[in-house]
């Protein structure tokens, strides 16, 4: 019988919840895989603040911040010209024209302070590793929907663990610690 539910799981056919773990509802409706999947997201994003916060008190860096920010007029405002050059633009060779569009922002929110732009990168670098994590725990589950049922702590606290070691890396200082 086990053997023939595994494999009419793996198949993508219901199962009778006799196999599958049954946890109780506590505290306010929400189930225990749920608050871990929350903790877990709550430590990923703790643990970039943490890792990466001393960014937010940088300036720009001479190497290709002048030629990006402070000497390029093109992005520095919402008009239609702006948002003409942002969509036309392959600046140092590069097409980004979505990019173009939030420095656009963030340049009318708070002109040329660094540290606005240093902020929002990081902000940005600790919703994606939160999206990585989700991303993660989803591909596993459909990977092995059985596995996944009978080991869900597990799962989600080794995708939290890598996700935290992809999140403070030092491979990551350049995309947060740039305004580029």
């Given at each position: ?7 009419a799981c793996r198949r993508g056919k219901p199962v009778s919840g006799d ?162």
């Amino acid at each position: 019988r086990h053997r023939s539910t595994a494999s009419a799981c793996r198949r993508g056919k219901p199962v009778s919840g006799d196999l599958a773990p049954s946890l109780p509802v506590t505290g306010g409706g929400r189930s225990q895989p749920q608050r871990l999947l929350h903790g877990a997201c709550a430590l990923v994003v703790v643990l970039c603040l943490v890792a990466f916060w001393p960014v937010t008190r940088n300036g720009f860096v001479d190497w290709d911040d002048p030629i990006n920010f402070t000497r390029n007029p093109h992005f520095q405002g919402l008009e239609w010209s702006h948002l003409r050059w942002a969509w036309t633009a392959f600046h140092l060779g590069v097409y980004q024209p979505l990019a173009w569009m939030l420095l656009e922002l963030q340049h009318a929110l708070w002109g040329l302070w660094a540290q606005g732009y240093h902020r929002v990168s990081l902000v940005l670098h600790a919703v994606n590793s939160v999206l990585l994590l989700l991303v993660t725990i989803d591909l596993i589950r459909r990977s092995d929907p059985w596995r996944f049922r009978r080991h869900r702590r597990a799962v989600v606290v080794t995708a939290a663990l890598s996700t935290a070691l992809f999140a403070v890396h030092p491979m990551r200082v350049e995309v947060v610690a740039w305004a580029s």
